[in-house]
């Protein structure tokens, strides 16, 4: 089922395969500079602020990616010195997820690439049901080829297969991400546009251009259950997600919303207690959040952020 979802999202994408390097295999794609400066400190030693501002900026667009990731693909080579047994375990001990839900394998024949055939191993773990610890796996990814765990450069793959999505952190140089429509990148390009990687600037800029600042992309949407609250102070929500605590502020909600809408600045989103669920969308970007509650539960949390000042239109533009 993993395999079957990831190939089709491939295959929107005009992949054959999912394989470095995705941004040049494909046409619509942002490529970041991750790493800045000298990985290495006295010569030799791994510089640990190399490594932390390179996680910084990675970590800080894939919280800012359009979607949340279902699947994530990890690739790998066994072979005599590296068992998959041993790979995996290590995998596991790092992400916090248990073995993955699918493998499949395949003989590479010998090619100019190889002295003689090779295992390819390609291991699927779907996002929705396990929570991996992502900024842990992304500092190893970045640490892999100065010193780490070798086996996370260049092969793993974070996968949205609704919006047809690609999340590539392939080592401490760089980050692609790309996509089946170049609306869907398109804040990212502007937001960070100072991360892109100079070399291909020129590519990335033609990709989107015409293009203008999209402050919320109303295809689609963030959705959650009051299950999923852990706390409401004055600023916001936070909330647990599968990127881990999420943040929902009122105040950006409400600039957003007036920014679109027009209003008081004062609507944090919008209430439909027309179905079975009553829900609150919030004007987050680039998706909306949409929080699920059981029928007259939602009148608590109204009343609760209305004591702070926000409160939520029944004008259904969503």
Not at 6 to 17: E, I, M, P, S, Y
Not at 80 to 102: A, D, H, M, V, Y
Not at 188 to 198: A, M, P, R, T, V
Request: hydrophobic letters at 35%.
């Amino acid at each position: 089922m993993l395999k079957e979802k990831v190939t089709v999202t491939a295959n929107r994408l005009g992949l054959n395969k999912i394989e470095p390097p995705i941004f040049y295999n494909f046409t619509i794609g942002i490529r970041f500079e991750i790493g800045v400066g000298s990985p290495y400190c006295f010569f030799t030693m791994l510089s640990k602020e190399y490594v932390r501002a390179a996680l910084q900026r990675a970590y800080t667009v894939y919280q800012n990616a359009p979607s949340i990731f279902d699947t994530l693909l990890w690739v790998i080579y066994p072979d005599r010195e590296k068992s998959e047994k041993k790979l995996l375990k290590n995998f596991c001990r790092i992400t916090g997820l248990p073995l993955p839900q699918e493998r499949h394998s395949v003989t590479l024949p010998q090619d100019d690439s190889r002295d003689e055939p090779e295992e390819e191993v390609r291991c699927y773990w779907d996002l929705q049901t396990h929570t991996a610890k992502i900024e842990k796996l992304f500092e190893e990814i970045i640490k892999s080829d100065i010193g780490g765990f070798c086996e996370f450069t260049s092969s793993i793959f974070l996968l949205n297969t609704n919006l047809n999505v690609i999340f590539h952190l392939y080592d401490d140089r760089g980050l692609d991400i790309v996509a089946e429509s170049r609306n869907t990148l398109t804040q990212l390009y502007f937001k960070f546009g100072d991360w892109i990687l100079e070399y291909d600037r020129e590519r990335i800029d033609i990709t989107f251009e015409g293009c203008q600042p999209q402050l919320i992309d109303f295809s689609d949407y963030i959705n959650i259950t009051d299950s999923s609250i852990v706390a409401i102070t004055e600023k916001g929500i936070s909330y647990k997600s599968l990127k881990g605590t999420t943040f929902i502020s009122f105040s950006k909600c409400a600039a957003n919303y007036q920014t679109l809408h027009g209003g008081n600045g004062k609507y944090a989103g919008e209430i439909d207690k027309t179905s079975s669920n009553h829900s609150l969308a919030f004007y987050t970007a680039p998706l909306t959040t949409h929080i699920l509650f059981m029928k007259n539960e939602i009148d608590e949390m109204v009343n609760m952020i209305a004591q702070l000042g926000y409160s939520f239109s029944e004008e259904k533009y969503i």
